[in-house]
Structure formats: C-alpha cells, structure tokens
C-alpha cells in the first residue's frame, strides 16, 4: 500500500521559513519523479517543485530564488525548504509521486501553509 504522509505545515509570519516533508512508504522511491503542489481556497492545485529521479529540479515562476526542494532517497523523503513566505504562499499543499511515462501517480493528504500575521 503506497503512502504519502506530508508533515511540517502550520503558521508562519510573512518572511518566516517553513520546511515541508513527505514520507513515502510502499513505493519505489527512487524510480519517481517527486513533486510539491498547492491548493489555495476557490483556486486550482498549482505546480510549486518538481524533483525528478535524476535530481533535475524545477520551481514555479513564483516560488523560485525563495523555496528549494529536494530528496532523500535513503530515508524515502521529499523537502521542501520555503524561505521569505508571503501571505499568497497560503495554500494546502499536496506531495506527488509521478513514475513518469506511465499514468502511475500517487498524493498525499495535504498539510496545511498558512503566512499571516
């Protein structure tokens, strides 16, 4: 039974730093290009990091120079390290395992983002 299990959301001040992780667990970790998407309320779910097998990485326009995401294929973990936040980075946000060039993929539940003051 495959697993994502995204941890580390909650509230943070404009200008702080959240460090989101996802724990896979039934699924051959390695072999999957691993992604970070966000929800935020009345919008659509929207690309934020991709991290491919090879490590290739690629940021949504407004999350790049300020998140960084990255993998631990060891520990079966994706991060995603989110600097400088601002109050329109609140959102849900969703891990994503993709077996690129097959139609397998998988989701986590969701963890929360919420930058206020």
């Known amino acids: 039974q495959v697993q994502l299990v995204e941890s580390g959301g909650g509230l943070v001040q404009p200008g702080g730093s959240l460090r989101l992780s996802c724990a896979a667990s039934g699924v051959a970790f390695s072999i999957y290009d691993m992604g970070w998407y966000r929800q935020a309320p009345g919008k659509q779910r929207e690309l934020v990091a991709v991290i491919s097998s090879g490590d290739t990485t690629h940021y949504a326009g407004t999350v790049k120079g300020r998140f960084t995401i990255s993998r631990d294929n060891v520990k079966n973990t994706v991060y995603l390290q989110m600097n400088s936040l601002k109050p329109e980075d609140t959102a849900v946000y969703y891990c994503?395992?993709?077996?690129?060039?097959?139609?397998?993929?998988?989701w986590g539940q969701g963890t929360q983002v919420t930058v206020s003051s």
């Open positions: 994503n395992a993709d077996r690129v060039g097959t139609n397998i993929e998988y």
